[in-house]
């Protein structure tokens, strides 16, 4: 823990706005299509550096914003999905259409579409095993 009498004080917290999530991903290429096939992710950037590779994705047309980034060590390390985090929450019109379209082109089933107050949700498991939330906010 840090003390507090050497961290000064601030006026108002600092200005942030989410930025990206990285999954760290066994077969690049795979994952790639799955994002672009499931959830119409495009690659928005290409960052090739001497150990890795990271294809920045987003929807098409937007420049800005929040960014699924997958990244890939090029010395073939091994991946494991732990469980030290939460799903990846992805806002989709029609969770039951967007699930069962995930599930086609190579999504886990996890728990199907269910109904939680004003939302309606679902989870899947992307192929390499890691869990993404679905949810749609119902109208009144």
Same mark, same amino acid.
């Given at each position: 823990?840090?003390?507090?009498? /050497? $961290?000064?004080?601030?006026? $108002?917290?600092?200005?942030?706005?989410?930025?990206?999530?990285?999954?760290?991903?066994?077969? #690049?290429?795979?994952?790639? =299509?799955?994002?672009?096939?499931?959830?119409?992710?495009?690659?928005?950037?290409?960052?090739?550096?001497?150990?890795? #590779?990271?294809?920045?994705? &987003? %929807?098409? *047309?937007?420049?800005? *914003?929040?960014?699924?980034?997958?990244?890939?060590?090029?010395?073939?390390?091994?991946?494991?999905? *732990?469980?030290?985090?939460?799903?990846?929450?992805?806002?989709? &019109?029609?969770? =039951?259409?967007?699930?069962?379209? /995930?599930?086609?082109? *190579?999504?886990?089933?996890? %728990?199907?579409?269910?109904?939680? @107050? /004003?939302? &309606?949700?679902?989870?899947?498991?992307?192929?390499? @095993?890691?869990? #993404?939330?679905?949810?749609?906010? %119902? &109208?009144?």
């Amino acid at each position: 823990m840090t003390d507090a009498a /050497a $961290t000064p004080a601030l006026a $108002t917290a600092p200005s942030v706005r989410m930025g990206f999530m990285k999954f760290v991903v066994r077969d #690049l290429d795979a994952m790639r =299509d799955f994002y672009e096939r499931a959830f119409g992710l495009v690659v928005a950037q290409t960052i090739d550096l001497p150990d890795i #590779l990271e294809l920045v994705l &987003r %929807r098409a *047309g937007d420049e800005t *914003g929040f960014s699924l980034i997958l990244y890939w060590n090029k010395d073939g390390r091994p991946v494991e999905v *732990g469980s030290g985090h939460g799903p990846l929450g992805l806002y989709v &019109r029609d969770v =039951d259409a967007a699930y069962a379209w /995930a599930v086609g082109q *190579g999504a886990q089933p996890h %728990r199907p579409p269910w109904d939680a @107050g /004003a939302m &309606r949700v679902a989870f899947v498991l992307d192929p390499e @095993g890691r869990e #993404l939330e679905l949810i749609s906010m %119902r &109208r009144p």
